[in-house]
């Protein structure tokens, strides 16, 4: 049973560009979160998607967009880029019911740097 | 405003000997608190969930953590390291039922031989 996978693995971009990132939940899961990691600090909530529609969203520009497909997988768009973007992003999936008390699993992320 | 501090940034222990690493939360309600590992190259993995019951919680690769409410902490423990479990560990907070988590800044863990 694949875990979470993401894609691209790394990816750089210049300042003002558009990036789209991947993920693609556990098997079984249909809710998918993603954070992102800035070096040397902890991950921080983007958003979450549950049933192709965003249900919470964290404190996050508008640049930062998102999509679930019927499948569940799930891609983060950022627009106009900036350097402050560079960071590891990082896709969660969990179960149908998507509550705290079900375990999120991590996929390995994807290091965007912007130069 | 919730919040979740790690107040060390790094550690460095020697294989064999225990480990602590201590997280403090700030939450209005009764907090569902977690412990994750990240491996460089790897995406975090979770250790343990404390949501009520059992203040001593056990986790995988023989962690476990104890709540006190009274102090607001969620310390996560190991008696003996072993080289594999150098690492960075986040302790996180579930900020709503529907799993918005909250992470500290992390504390990087060094195992010495």
């Known amino acids: 049973d694949a875990g979470v996978t993401q894609s691209p693995t790394h990816l750089i971009k210049t300042r003002g560009q558009q990036v789209t990132l991947r993920c693609s939940p556990k098997?079984?899961?249909?809710?998918v979160s993603w954070y992102q990691q800035a070096l040397g600090q902890g991950p921080q909530f983007i958003f979450q998607y549950y049933e192709e529609e965003e249900r919470q969203r964290g404190n996050f520009p508008d640049r930062f967009s998102g999509h679930q497909f019927p499948n569940y997988s799930s891609e983060l768009n950022v627009n106009a880029l900036l350097l402050g973007d560079s960071a590891l992003y990082l896709c969660?999936?969990?179960?149908?019911?998507?509550?705290?008390?079900?375990?999120?699993?991590f996929g390995p992320g994807t290091r965007l740097t912007v130069l | 405003a919730q919040s979740v501090t790690q107040p060390d940034i790094h550690i460095t222990v020697s294989e064999g000997a225990s480990l602590e690493l201590r997280c403090n939360y700030s939450?209005?309600?009764?907090?569902?608190l977690f412990w994750y590992v990240q491996s460089p190259g790897q995406g975090l993995q979770l250790l343990l969930k404390?949501?009520?019951?059992?203040?001593l919680v056990q986790g995988i690769k023989g962690f476990e953590a104890e709540f006190k409410r009274s102090q607001s902490s969620f310390n996560l423990r190991k008696p003996s390291v072993h080289w594999s479990d150098a690492a960075e560990y986040f302790c996180a907070v579930g900020l709503d039922s529907w799993g918005k988590l909250q992470f500290g800044a992390g504390t990087q863990v060094v195992v010495t031989p």
């Open positions: 098997s079984g899961h249909d809710t």
């Open positions: 939450y209005g309600a009764t907090p569902y």
């Open positions: 404390y949501f009520s019951g059992d203040t």
């Open positions: 969660a999936s969990s179960l149908p019911s998507g509550s705290v008390a079900d375990t999120q699993y």
